[in-house]
């Protein structure tokens, strides 16, 4: 019993030997880097408070053509990353209902809804009385890249690098058209009833459902090496 006890002992130690030897001996590494680069560099979305202040004399009065432009351009801004309602807020005083009126109706003329404005007043901070519009974007980034704290030419672990990932996840982040893409998946579009309806009636009666192909579709860029007739 005791030589079947201390054999096992050793064949124990042995295992625990050769997993040590096997592993990589950096553990803080470990813990750190991984072979996925979204791990090593994931990306954060958060909200980001886009604004915009526009100069507006009064009643009866327009805004300045440069001020038009920034505004068409703020307001595609919102169709494209906009979340929630877009925001007017003016200078508290006797003409502040105007103002708000001109701006509103300005804003559903470029096809923002009046159920997503919301609107308001201000004081006047240091004599400043122009209009701000503003609404909440969303953003995607990550840690900045540049790590380059180890040799490349001179490690034994057979892990990443700590920057294995972050050009990728960078491109990531500046190319997704809509940030809340990465949290959430969006709703899905109603499914083309007649199209469906279409396909079945094609499958029933013995069609092929495939869409057809014209020569300008073909795969084939060449005949060259192909079978004679």
């Known amino acids: 019993m005791k030589t079947t006890n ?14 040590s030897c096997a592993s990589p001996s950096n553990s803080y590494k470990e813990e750190t880097v991984f072979a996925d680069g979204a791990a090593n560099h994931p990306i954060a979305v958060a909200p980001s408070y886009q604004s915009l202040k526009v100069a507006f004399a ?3 009065a327009e805004i300045s053509p440069d001020d038009d432009l920034r505004l068409a351009s703020f307001v595609s801004g919102y169709f494209e990353k906009g979340n929630g309602s877009l925001t007017i807020t003016v200078p508290r005083g006797p003409n502040s209902t105007e ?17 997503r404005l919301m ?25 900045a890249c540049g790590n380059w704290t180890e040799d490349a030419d001179a490690t034994t ?26 949290v959430t998946p969006r709703d899905m579009s109603p499914a083309d009833a007649a199209r469906r ?6 499958y029933e009666t013995g069609q092929t459902t495939a869409a057809q192909k014209t020569q300008d579709q073909s795969g084939a860029v060449s005949s060259v090496g192909g079978t004679g007739p």
Request: glycine residues 10%.
């Open 197 to 202: 309806a279409t396909i079945i009636k094609q």
């Open 6 to 19: 201390t054999l096992r002992v050793v064949s124990v130690a042995a295992v625990m030997l050769a997993g």
């Open 157 to 182: 672990d057979n892990l990443p690098m700590p920057d294995f990932g972050c050009a990728v996840q960078h491109n990531v982040a500046a190319m997704v058209a809509d940030p809340r893409d990465l």
């Open 119 to 143: 609107v308001g007043t201000h004081d006047e901070a240091g004599g400043d009385a122009r209009v701000e519009l503003g609404f909440v974007a969303y953003v995607a980034h990550t840690d």
């Open 99 to 115: 103002t708000i009126n001109y701006f509103a109706a300005r804003l559903e003329r470029m096809g923002v809804p009046s159920s």
């Open 58 to 60: 009064g009643p009866g």
